[in-house]
């Protein structure tokens, strides 16, 4: 169509959709609203050609940061709140299974698999507090889960992860853990400290132009998963910590504050205990119940 207008653009580009070649619904679906909203907000905003050759260089700008270290993009709907927000649409919390949260940049694939008790720690820090961390995964019964892979990352008492610290072991504070016939896991890890978000490039200036500021509050991350169980990508925050209340990425719920604990014994500095609750995947249950 020649001529489009303010007023029929936004109809005219959705009814080209699928015009030349089939497209599916979900497709259609997402590619409607996309060009709703985003007309929507150039509108609102009476968006600049300057504005939007910024926002194209600022995009490409972000682009070519990305490696396998770096991940831009996850950084960027960390800052603007859509990684949370997704991942709320995706898991809803269901009954007492244990709440989700933001799997972030960081996240190291086939981390080294560990024995119950292992420590995480293949390079100590002065400044460091070492943590007893343990706990059950018991499925929505109650019953033990064994079996369950955990992978658990954090940071350093640098504020920094393994791989974005030249000066730390590949895989220092990851591994792989796995439930025994109770369900029960146990490793031993430092006390997180809070940390910026990495805010040199362009998630720095955004983190600015927004006004904000780019500190996380102390966590251990988690992802648990077995078969027949939905996999759980969460996190575990330090009750003591700053920022639980200003989380730069918006990620901290109640229920996965935990208090790290003065050790009862000299195994560690400091001990904390934590549970979680997997629950059982629709196909599974169904099969089982067969
Ligand atoms: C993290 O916790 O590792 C993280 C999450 C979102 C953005 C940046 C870091
Ligand atoms: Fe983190």
Not at 125 to 139: A, L, S
Not at 159 to 178: A, F, I, K, S, T
Request: hydrophobic share 40%; with cysteine; net charge negative.
């Amino acid at each position: 169509m020649r001529d489009v207008t303010i007023d029929n653009v936004t109809d005219v580009v959705i009814a080209s959709l699928g015009d030349k070649a089939p497209i599916g619904d979900r497709q259609r679906e997402v590619m409607t609203s996309l060009i709703k909203h985003l007309h929507g907000f150039c509108k609102d905003v009476s968006l600049t050609h300057g504005e939007f050759l910024y926002a194209c260089d600022y995009l490409a700008r972000a682009g070519r940061i990305c490696d396998d270290k770096r991940q831009e993009f996850i950084l960027l709907g960390d800052i603007l709140g859509v990684e949370v927000l997704v991942d709320m649409l995706t898991h809803p919390v269901e009954g007492n299974e244990s709440v989700s949260t933001v799997l972030g940049p960081f996240y190291r694939e086939n981390p080294p698999v560990l024995p119950k008790g292992a420590s995480i720690i293949q390079k100590h820090f002065p400044n460091e507090e070492t943590v007893w961390f343990e706990g059950y995964v018991r499925d929505a019964q109650g019953k033990g889960i064994e079996g369950v892979t955990l992978d658990v990352w954090e940071d350093a008492p640098n504020g920094l992860y393994e791989n974005h610290d030249p000066d730390q072991p590949d895989y220092n504070l990851r591994g792989r853990l796995v439930t025994d016939a109770d369900g029960h896991f146990a490793f031993v890890a430092v006390r997180p400290v809070p940390y910026p978000i990495p805010d040199d490039e362009t998630a720095g200036e955004l983190l600015r132009f927004m006004g904000h500021h780019p500190y996380r509050p102390g966590h251990i991350h988690f992802i648990l998963a077995k078969d027949g169980y939905r996999t759980l990508v969460s996190q575990v925050f330090d009750a003591d910590s700053d920022w639980l209340d200003d989380d730069s990425v918006f990620a901290v719920k109640d229920s996965l504050v935990a208090r790290f604990e003065p050790a009862s014994d000299s195994r560690t500095d400091l001990k904390v205990r934590f549970d979680f609750v997997m629950k059982a995947q629709a196909a599974t249950a169904q099969l089982a119940a067969e």
